[in-house]
């Protein structure tokens, strides 16, 4: 790891936080967390929204380098990424196209799938073809198609928000409907039965390496937007329990799912282990969660990385990359 | 690149990070995160137009005098201000807050009056003292969720009761009393906002209070008459309060949050004697006193300020902002809306079309930039799905014209969902979810 060094080379850094997705909440608190973890190891670190101050604001002080932690739309879509780009100040994360191709879940798994790692199979659908092919014929043709049980989840977003899952023909309109309210295109995949696990990929100067896995048990119900949030709604088991085999094919798959999308430095990987012990991969995060609920510092915690030095390293990095 | 090597040695250790999680009491099981209230956390910004928040327009106020004013009394008053004070309240704000009830009919007595941190403790103490789980408070439907939550808390059993245009139902008050008392329910008390009322902007008709007075005297019921906006009425003069004509079975409500400011949390109750006495008890067990500098500071603004013609500037310029907001609502919404046309206060309450479902249809409007709150929260039943709350109060009437459009856009892609996949399931989880205290 490539941690070490003083600290005084850093003018100072800023943590992108905030934005106008639902998840802006969630981002808040991931970059006042890394915020205070940046400072506890010594570094200036200011937390800036991305809003009509900020290009005014890096343009006048330009950071050693920048953090983003904002989720969901601009966070993960690759916009912020663009502009601070254009801004020329370098940051921590992936570039703007391979976020692109992530963000959008579709896209994530057509390219995932095409390096070898099974993906749920999937439709994906715009609100318009409910509309004019009307909504019961498409419905049937994916139930027909698909079979149950399924999973509705917009094709671009975070936090479980608009996601649901459908045991039933009849709750497939509503769980379509909750997923419309996040976004214009929905994706609709089979659900797969099994273990739930977050893997990190970072990359701390020596490549990309894939942190344990961490396993997610929701007390009760599914791992949404509550059960995300409320401390104690959800077990996290650290590293997952599964066999070395499934572990080691589910490290595998994060790493290559990380390398598929073209993504550096950090990024986050949901995947399913089947009762089978076959590993399927669900979404990938490129701005993931640093919050006390979040899996990314539980790994990394787990490894034997503190998260501010972890951070910072992330941070020299960029700045060593430039812009 | 290396895949997963450091997993190998580990023993796997659960965490659910918050090890107090099976420790929590009963009525702490519905404090969880919620997606209204991430979606609440967008609103704030400058880019959405918030029609959700029921922040008064504090930057009306003279904030320089006032910033005078403070200053002096820190310097002046300062060794009273900054100390303790008695749980009942200073006694010459209680003596001016009888001057304001007088502006409503209520002929109180200082020592009938105790201070609140807003009305919203008023609220918590009146519940305390009153309520034990599982025992009935009636309400309006809709009803304020500020005092929803607080009967949660204390895990009230609320039964709503019907409104129409005239405030609450007669009909429907005597059909419920005489339903839950034949049922063998024990109802605590009748909680009413009978002016401009939050959510649904309607006030309860001068005929209809001798009957609901009448009703709730022969049942033997107590009514809680929570009047934050009572001054705030756009015609004419206050409404008389119930408490004016039975002062031995209403408990006052009152608050500066909205003809002051909110941030000095000034509010107050004023009951009959029996209930003052526990009322000053309980406040003690939970804040010892209020904050003197708050008290003494609105004292001082209502000893040496103008604060009546403050009142009538708030006034007219709400009333201003409610004519913008009905306008743009007239001109924007489609068919199938209806709303009501508040006579004073802060609030709108708007029907949707059939099968349209006003939170699932949130994160849609946020995302097109408006906010309002979804009519689910101002029910304890899962009622009010195709209703909403807008606010005029904020905003100027520009961005309420600008918010309305927005909104109306909003509805016409729900319509257009509704109509592809028909009438849903009401969404998500039952029972007041709400914003922040300026959203209330």
Not at chain 1, 18 to 41: C, I, K, N
Not at chain 1, 260 to 285: H, P
Not at chain 2, 91 to 120: F, N, Y
Request: glycine letters at 10%; aromatic letters at 6%.
């Amino acid at each position: 790891m490539n941690g070490g060094g003083a600290v005084t080379d850093f003018d100072h850094v800023v943590v992108l936080a905030g934005g106008l997705s639902p998840e802006r909440d969630v981002s808040l608190r991931s970059g006042r967390r890394v915020r205070d973890a940046l400072e506890e190891s010594g570094v200036d670190a200011r937390i800036a929204d991305a809003d009509a101050a900020l290009i005014p604001a890096l343009l006048a002080d330009p950071p050693t380098a920048v953090f983003p932690t904002i989720h969901g739309s601009y966070g993960e879509d690759g916009a912020i990424r663009e502009i601070l780009a254009l801004v020329g100040v370098p940051y921590v994360g992936s570039a703007a196209s391979a976020c692109r191709a992530a963000f959008d879940k579709p896209t994530a798994k057509a390219l995932v799938g095409a390096a070898g790692i099974a993906t749920p199979e999937s439709v994906t659908l715009p609100r318009e073809i409910f509309h004019d092919l009307g909504a019961t014929a498409v419905i049937d043709r994916i139930i027909a198609r698909l079979g149950l049980p399924l999973f509705v989840k917009p094709a671009r977003g975070g936090s479980s928000l608009g996601a649901s899952p459908v045991r039933t023909a009849s709750e497939l309109p509503t769980a379509v409907v909750s997923c419309f309210a996040y976004g214009d295109t929905a994706l609709i995949e089979r659900f797969i039965s099994g273990t739930e696990i977050a893997i990190s990929v970072v990359d701390l100067g020596d490549g990309p390496s894939a942190l344990p896995a961490v396993e997610i048990v929701p007390t009760a119900g599914q791992y949404d937007y509550a059960a995300r949030y409320t401390a104690g709604r959800t077990a996290f088991y650290t590293p997952a329990r599964l066999p070395d085999a499934a572990l080691d094919a589910a490290a595998k798959a994060a790493a290559s799912a990380h390398a598929a999308l073209g993504l550096r430095d950090i990024s986050r990987t949901d995947l399913i282990v089947s009762e089978s012990g076959e590993v399927y991969f669900l979404e990938v995060n490129v701005s993931p969660g640093m919050t006390e609920t979040s899996t990314l510092p539980m790994a990394l915690d787990a490894a034997g990385h503190d998260f501010g030095t972890a951070c910072l390293t992330l941070l020299r990095l960029a700045a060593a990359r430039g812009s | 690149m290396s895949d997963g090597t450091r997993h190998a040695n580990s023993r796997p250790q659960g965490s659910r990070i918050d090890p107090y999680f099976d420790q929590y009491a009963e009525r702490a099981r519905g404090m969880v995160a919620s997606e209204i209230r991430a979606l609440f956390a967008v609103t704030a910004r400058p880019e959405i137009v918030s029609l959700a928040g029921g922040s008064p327009y504090v930057t009306a106020l003279p904030l320089d005098v006032v910033g005078d004013m403070v200053g002096r009394l820190v310097a002046d008053r300062g060794s009273v201000a900054l100390q303790y004070c008695t749980a009942q309240g200073d006694s010459g704000l209680r003596e001016k807050i009888c001057e304001v009830m007088s502006l409503e009919g209520i002929r109180a007595h200082p020592d009938d009056v105790v201070v609140t941190v807003g009305s919203q403790q008023a609220l918590d103490l009146i519940t305390r003292i009153f309520v034990d789980p599982g025992e009935v408070v009636l309400a309006e439907a809709p009803s304020y969720v500020g005092a929803l939550s607080s009967f949660a808390a204390y895990q009230a059993d609320v039964v709503h009761v019907a409104m129409d245009d005239d405030g609450l139902i007669p009909e429907a008050l005597e059909e419920a009393i005489a339903r839950l008392t034949a049922a063998g329910r024990r109802i605590k008390f009748l909680y009413t906002v009978p002016n401009y009322q939050n959510p649904a902007g309607v006030t309860l008709a001068a005929e209809r209070r001798p009957r609901i007075l009448g009703i709730c005297q022969a049942a033997g019921l107590l009514i809680i008459e929570d009047n934050p906006y009572g001054l705030l009425g756009f015609d004419g003069e206050p409404m008389r309060s119930l408490r004016a004509d039975d002062p031995d079975g209403v408990v006052y409500l009152g608050t500066f949050s909205k003809t002051f400011a909110p941030g000095v949390r000034v509010g107050w109750a004023s009951a009959p004697p029996a209930i003052r006495d526990k009322l000053v008890l309980a406040a003690e067990s939970a804040v010892l006193c209020h904050s003197s500098f708050s008290q003494l500071a609105v004292g001082e603004y209502l000893a040496t300020q103008p604060w009546q013609e403050q009142v009538k500037d708030f006034r007219e310029l709400y009333r201003r902002r409610r004519d913008a907001m009905l306008e743009a609502l007239a001109a924007e919404l489609p068919d199938g809306c209806r709303w009501t046309t508040p006579a004073g206060g802060f609030y709108v309450w708007l029907q949707l079309p059939e099968g349209i479902d006003s939170k699932a249809m949130l994160p849609r409007a946020v995302s097109s930039r408006v906010a309002y709150v979804p009519g689910t929260g101002f029910y304890a039943d899962g009622g009010g799905t195709d209703h909403l709350r807008l606010s005029y109060c904020f905003p100027l009437p520009e961005r309420i014209r600008e918010g309305v459009r927005r909104l109306a856009s909003v509805i016409e892609a729900e319509i257009d969902l509704c109509a592809t996949f028909g009438a849903m399931p009401p969404h998500g989880r039952v029972g007041p979810e709400t914003p922040g205290p300026g959203d209330l």
